[in-house]
């Protein structure tokens, strides 16, 4: 149990990826805070965690509502003690071609990823701080780093999550907080269960592992980074693809 009485909280943990990190957490011995803007299938993750022995409260929160993430935040920190790991996991799409990006679609991606993100991890690292311990995780894409066609705010957005890792790792290391990210691959999620069965096989056929990744696989990660067995990791940008776009 490498994450033994550590205070996560976890965005976007309804499903998927977050759902898969909740689970592992959970499993490691974590207490769980989460947060997803679907109370109902963030409830049900909670529900599922508790019974892996841990403490685990559902919040229903959009990552992109400064007041609403400031709100819930101060709560977990009241109801919890503190907030050792971080994961901003939450996360959409609204996939359009260069010329088709709209400035509205364009503003909610980036809210939601980068905006997400800095809602809490602004709300928390004062937390972090002043206890001299934190582990932050960010979930970003390969499309983070290579761009991806119809993915112009998303790639943006998840690009800028590795500026905004970087930076933070380097004001933060002095905290001894470490500041990751995380750029997953295809990954099978139930969003992903919604792609065209035709550009999943182009990804795999691209793919040296030939698969998909299993959100699991993802989570084995987080969990690695959110353990003091990565005490001397900051600010790296671990792709987890299968090889995909290396
Ligand atoms: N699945 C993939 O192939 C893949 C690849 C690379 C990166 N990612 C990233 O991993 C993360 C999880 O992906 P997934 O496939 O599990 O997604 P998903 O769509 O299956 O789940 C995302 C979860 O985030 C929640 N969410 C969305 N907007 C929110 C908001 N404003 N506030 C709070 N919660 C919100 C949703 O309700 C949902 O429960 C995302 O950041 C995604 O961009 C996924």
């Given at each position: 149990m490498k994450l033994k009485g550590k205070v996560t909280l976890i965005t976007?943990?309804?499903?998927?990826i977050g759902k898969s990190i909740a689970l592992k957490f959970a499993a490691e011995g974590a207490d769980l805070a989460l947060f997803d803007i679907n109370r109902e299938t963030c409830t049900k993750t909670a529900e599922e965690c508790k019974g892996l022995g841990g403490k685990c409260k559902a919040y229903a929160v959009d990552v992109a509502n400064r007041e609403q993430v400031t709100g819930a935040c101060e709560e977990v920190l009241t109801v919890?003690?503190?907030?050792d790991i971080l994961v901003n996991n939450a996360g959409f799409d609204r996939g359009a071609t260069l010329l088709k990006v709209t400035e509205e679609d364009w503003q909610a991606v980036l809210d939601v990823h980068l905006k997400g993100a800095l809602n809490c991890i602004q709300a928390l690292a004062p937390n972090m701080i002043g206890r001299k311990y934190g582990k932050i995780i960010n979930i970003s894409s390969i499309y983070g780093k290579s761009g991806g066609i119809a993915a112009i705010s998303y790639s943006a957005a998840k690009g800028g999550i590795l500026g905004l890792t970087k930076s933070i790792a380097k004001e933060l290391g002095r905290n001894n907080i470490n500041v990751n990210a995380i750029l997953p691959g295809l990954t099978d999620t139930p969003t992903i269960k919604k792609m065209p069965e035709r550009y999943k096989r182009m990804i795999i056929e691209a793919t040296p592992l030939m698969r998909m990744a299993r959100p699991e696989e993802i989570a084995n990660v987080a969990a690695f980074l959110a353990?003091?067995?990565?005490?001397?990791?900051?600010?790296a940008t671990i792709e987890v693809t299968g090889g995909w776009m290396m």
């Open positions: 976007g943990a309804g499903q998927g919890f003690g503190r907030v353990s003091d067995e990565s005490s001397y990791i900051t600010g």
